[in-house]
T-cell receptor
Framework: DAGVTQSPTHLIKTRGQQVTLRCSPK?????VSWYQQALGQGPQFIFQ???????QRGNFPDRFSGHQFPNYSSELNVNALLLGDSALYLC??????????????FGPGTRLTVL | GEDVEQSLFLSVREGDSSVINCTYT??????LYWYKQEPGAGLQLLTY?????DMKQDQRLTVLLNKKDKHLSLRIADTQTGDSAIYFC????????????FGAGTQVVVTP
């Protein structure tokens, strides 16, 4: 049973460019969340997708956008890249049930470097 | 800045117990989590505790929650070299399930 997968593993971009990161959730999961983890810090919540809609959003500018596809996979897009966008981007998937608790499974992340 | 605070570093000898501490500020937190991150890897959920509990034990792991002081701790018994990693405390609230608020992480180094 494949866990959460992300692509690419590493990415180098220059300031002002745009980037798209991809995530496939764990089999059976329908919710995808994205986090940004800067070096030496804890992950920061970017947004969450469920039923192809953005359900929650953290304190990130509109340059960060996303999409969820009918097969539950997701993309994170970042426009007009800044040096400060350099980070590990983590995708987490979970399953919506009647219970509140939804364990989130994290992928290995995409390391983005902005030069 | 984070609302969840952790000490940054812990050194422990193999076979001893490790205790990692965390404080959180949101009294409406519903679930509190401990995640482990090894170099180059994503986050692995170790254990979690519901906010109406005081303690949870899971094999070598014991979580203690003091709601009055908003203090959470993770005790690892018989610490092994494979336990060397960064440990993150995280909280979520009932009105925003799935949105985890993480601390900055505690680096645990286990020495032989």
């Amino acid at each position: 049973d494949a866990g959460v997968t992300q692509s690419p593993t590493h990415l180098i971009k220059t300031r002002g460019q745009q980037v798209t990161l991809r995530c496939s959730p764990k089999s059976g999961h329908d919710t995808v969340s994205w986090y940004q983890q800067a070096l030496g810090q804890g992950p920061q919540f970017i947004f969450q997708y469920y039923e192809e809609e953005e359900r929650q959003r953290g304190n990130f500018p509109d340059r960060f956008s996303g999409h969820q596809f009918p097969n539950y996979s997701s993309e994170l897009n970042v426009n007009a890249l800044l040096l400060g966008d350099s980070a590990l981007y983590l995708c987490a998937s979970s399953l919506v049930t009647g219970d509140f608790y939804h364990e989130q499974f994290f992928g290995p992340g995409t390391r983005l470097t902005v030069l | 800045g984070e609302d969840v605070e952790q000490s940054l570093f812990l050194s422990v000898r193999e076979g001893d117990s490790s205790v990692i501490n965390c404080t959180y500020t949101d009294s409406s937190s519903t679930y509190l989590y401990w995640y482990k991150q090894e170099p180059g890897a994503g986050l692995q959920l170790l254990t979690y505790i519901f906010s109406n509990m005081d303690m949870k034990q899971d094999q070598r792991l014991t979580v203690l929650l003091n709601k009055k002081d908003k203090h959470l701790s993770l005790r690892i018994a018989d610490t092994q070299t494979g336990d060397s990693a960064i440990y993150f405390c995280a909280e979520s609230m009932a009105d925003s399930w799935g949105k985890l608020q993480f601390g900055a992480g505690t680096q645990v180094v286990v020495t032989p």
